[in-house]
């Protein structure tokens, strides 16, 4: 993967050039991303993932991918192999530091006997509820455990019989011994140790007890030598305790430094949000088109390089800020426009019948597969007595803006003739079913030898050569910008697109796209960039809309 970031200067950077300098971790620069397998990963988890592989990559340093399978209830082996699938698919290479926070029960249990033989970690009996209600407020101090003084030798006992199995769950946890009169709440005696009678997805039955973030994230970036501890902005509060843990143990202690996650506008970047709309089957799946998980994106047709060139486009910041869904979309664009082939399409078929065309003939039409790409060749397009345009390319009646196709005017077909409508067919309701035009045969190629000029230009498909296909226009997922701020008693679910996804049937298209395998991409001329969707066959073809070849949302929003 090209890193296009590295001309780029940030603060983490600044703070990196800064310790090389001084020497620290004797030159090394090592990261790592470390999710959490229970959801799919979305376009947020993207800009983590590139902050700490472009880094490692540029100082000529190490990235680890290790998942903190820390809580066996809501973790699953999909979920591992879904975000192995989608790290591969972005671009960055652990090569083979892979790693799980599963790795390391055996070690984190030993230094958690080792923290309460120091008496800096016990065994507390309280209730979940009782011990909320002591922890205290923001603006008052928490109240110590009356177990806060069991001697070590009790500690040792109860902290083996917890790992035996001998205890139901939520009856015992163990915690650190810090201060319950700290101003940063997470301090006040923070959980190291939970029972939880579950089978994990890697351990199987083997532990019944099972670590708290707090107490295994530092503890894994110090076993594998992480340097710097990339994570974004919630987890600054969490620093001092990381620090803490690890400087009692006197272990590697790696530097945290935390930047600002990416929020996308119009769309939900939570992983529980996410899950709702999973389960309560609003959409069809973690990879549902719909969704920015990076499933998602590369099933509607995101390619890893317009992920990239957008993440890095937004940068790394210290502070919140909320990044257009425009920004993304141009940046597929930008891509698409200079890779794809060109095809004609027509998603809402209305006949053309040219009276002057000889019956039974037909002839192939040189087209341009991509004017960006000059590479990229011609294709023969077949042209015939009968064509399908899009309905929404005429107008019986048309305003003073209109220029395309009307009684009695004259258009350019794409790479073809100039086409005049003579007559409008209709069914017995009214609805025009059919248009009766004659070419000009001198036209052929789109230009007239007298130099007449027309304002439009449509594309079409024959009729007789046409496949049928089903075709899935995407949208934003969500109506409004941000749903962190929205009225009382209103949330997320209420503000979800009923048009986020539209499908059509019955739509023409060259028929060598009956071919095309899952994850082609294309252009649908006048109409937008395309993909084929993992349901499509041979016999029905299924394209989704990846984004259209304007920013139609916005002029939308514009004029509302």
């Known amino acids: 993967m090209e890193n296009k970031d590295s001309s780029k200067g940030n603060f983490i950077r600044d703070i990196i050039d800064k310790d090389l300098l001084e020497g620290k971790n004797d030159g090394r620069v090592h990261t790592r991303f470390p999710p959490e397998p229970n959801g799919h990963l979305h376009i947020g988890h993207a800009k983590a993932i590139l902050v700490n592989y472009s880094i490692a990559q540029d100082y000529n340093g190490k990235f680890n991918l290790r998942f903190d399978d820390t809580n066996p209830i809501k973790e699953d082996e999909e979920y591992v192999n879904a975000i192995i699938n989608d790290i591969k698919w972005l671009g960055a290479n652990w090569e083979n530091r892979l790693f799980y926070a599963s790795d390391y029960f055996d070690e984190m249990y030993d230094y958690a006997v080792q923290f309460i033989k120091i008496g800096k970690a016990f065994v507390d009996s309280q209730t979940a509820e009782e011990i909320r209600e002591t922890r205290g407020t923001v603006t008052s101090p928490g109240v110590n455990s009356p177990f806060r003084d069991r001697s070590i030798e009790e500690n040792l006992n109860l902290f083996e019989k917890m790992k035996n199995g001998e205890f139901a769950?939520?009856?015992h946890v163990l915690r650190g011994?810090?201060?319950?009169?700290?101003?940063?709440?997470?301090?006040?005696?923070?959980?190291?140790?939970?029972?939880?009678?579950?089978?994990?997805?890697?351990t199987g039955n083997k532990w019944c007890i099972y670590p708290?973030?707090?107490?295994?994230?530092?503890?894994?970036?110090?076993?594998e030598g992480i340097t710097h501890s990339l994570c974004s902005l919630e987890f600054q509060a969490h620093r001092p305790l990381y620090d803490w843990f690890l400087i009692q143990l006197g272990v590697h202690k790696p530097q945290q430094?935390?930047?600002?996650?990416?929020?996308?506008?119009?769309?939900?970047?939570?992983?529980?949000k996410l899950l709702q709309l999973v389960e309560e089957h609003l959409v069809n799946g973690w990879d549902d088109p719909r969704l920015p998980t990076l499933s998602g994106l590369r099933r509607r047709g995101f390619t890893p390089e317009a992920i990239q060139n957008f993440i890095y486009k937004v940068g790394v910041a210290k502070a919140h800020s909320i990044v257009d869904y425009a920004l993304l979309e141009h940046s597929i664009r930008e891509v698409l426009n200079k890779q794809t082939l060109r095809v004609m399409s027509v998603l809402n078929p209305l006949k053309v019948v040219i009276t002057n065309y000889p019956v039974?003939?037909?002839?192939?039409?040189?087209?341009?597969?991509?004017?960006?790409?000059?590479?990229?060749?011609?294709?023969?397009?077949?042209?015939?007595?009968?064509?399908y345009i899009e309905r929404e390319d005429f107008m019986e009646d048309p305003p003073k803006k209109f220029f395309r196709l009307a009684p009695g005017r004259e258009v350019r077909f794409r790479y073809a003739y100039f086409i005049t409508c003579n007559e409008v067919i209709k069914d017995k309701n009214g609805k025009v079913i059919e248009l009766h035009c004659t070419y000009d045969p001198a036209s052929k190629g789109g230009k007239s030898p007298d130099g007449r000029k027309v304002k439009a230009t449509l594309h079409w498909i024959s009729i007789a050569h046409a496949i049928d296909a089903e075709v899935r226009l995407y949208d934003r997922l969500i109506t409004v910008p941000d749903t962190n701020n929205l009225e009382e008693g209103k949330t997320f679910m209420d503000f979800i697109n009923p048009d986020a996804l539209r499908i059509l049937h019955n739509c023409k298209l060259e028929a060598h796209l009956a071919k095309a395998e899952p994850g082609y991409r294309c252009q649908f001329e006048r109409l937008g960039y395309f993909c084929v969707d993992p349901d499509s066959t041979p016999q029905k073809p299924v394209f989704n809309r990846t984004v259209t070849l304007r920013d139609t949302w916005a002029r939308m929003q514009k004029k509302s």
Do not use: C
């Open 169 to 171: 769950d939520g009856t």
């Open 177 to 202: 011994k810090i201060d319950m009169q700290s101003s940063n709440m997470l301090m006040r005696d923070p959980l190291m140790y939970r029972i939880r009678h579950a089978s994990h997805h890697r």
């Open 212 to 223: 708290m973030y707090d107490w295994a994230h530092g503890l894994e970036d110090s076993l």
């Open 257 to 272: 430094i935390e930047f600002a996650r990416l929020n996308l506008n119009y769309t939900v970047m939570s992983k529980r």
């Open 360 to 387: 039974d003939q037909f002839e192939e039409i040189d087209a341009i597969n991509n004017p960006e790409d000059p590479t990229a060749g011609t294709r023969k397009v077949p042209f015939s007595k009968e064509l």
